[in-house]
């Protein structure tokens, strides 16, 4: 089972990329952990209506999509998981033999269509937080979670 982020945004500070990429090395074989940054739609100096870039950006964002692939969207009105439940739902996914795609919407968020097709809506927490941030505790979390799968002593209780 293959775990690809899939981010709008693709300059993040070199501490963003570099814990990253910690967190994707210490994932096993068996379960990689990549990334698809994706450029952000442009917006013009003046403002105006956010929905068009955000369908530029869905756009972008389903053609990112590993074909046949668990859609999971982070989006802070979604369900909350403790890391023993995201665990538990790894697990789940795991034994559906399908892979994973977990997607994190630019400075606007995300088009309602990308919304509406996940498998599940998560929210990392109810702070708002900064979307390299999200990328690092979202790879940090996926290996957690692995680990208690696995009975690796990284989590403690």
Do not use: N
């Not at 379960?31 to 917006?43: D, E, F, H, V, W």
């Not at 399908?98 to 996940?118: E, H, M, N, T, Y």
């Not at 929210?123 to 696995?150: K, N």
């Amino acid at each position: 089972m293959k775990l690809t982020v899939i981010a709008v945004g693709h300059r993040m500070p070199d501490w963003v990329d570099a814990a990253f990429a910690d967190y994707a090395k210490r994932m096993p074989r068996e379960m990689p952990l990549q990334l698809r940054a994706l450029k952000p739609a442009p917006r013009p100096a003046s403002g105006g209506e956010s929905g068009r870039w955000l369908e530029i950006e869905a756009g972008r964002i389903e053609e990112a999509l590993p074909r046949d692939s668990i859609r999971i969207v982070l989006d802070e009105r979604g369900r909350e998981l403790t890391t023993r439940e995201l665990a538990r739902q790894l697990g789940q996914w795991r034994g559906e033999g399908r892979d994973l795609a977990f997607v994190i919407g630019g400075a606007d968020g995300l088009s309602p269509r990308i919304k509406q097709g996940a498998s599940l809506l998560w929210s990392l927490s109810p702070l708002t937080l900064p979307h390299g941030l999200v990328r690092v505790i979202l790879a940090e979390q996926l290996y957690r979670a692995f680990s208690l799968l696995s009975g690796h002593p990284y989590h403690r209780d």
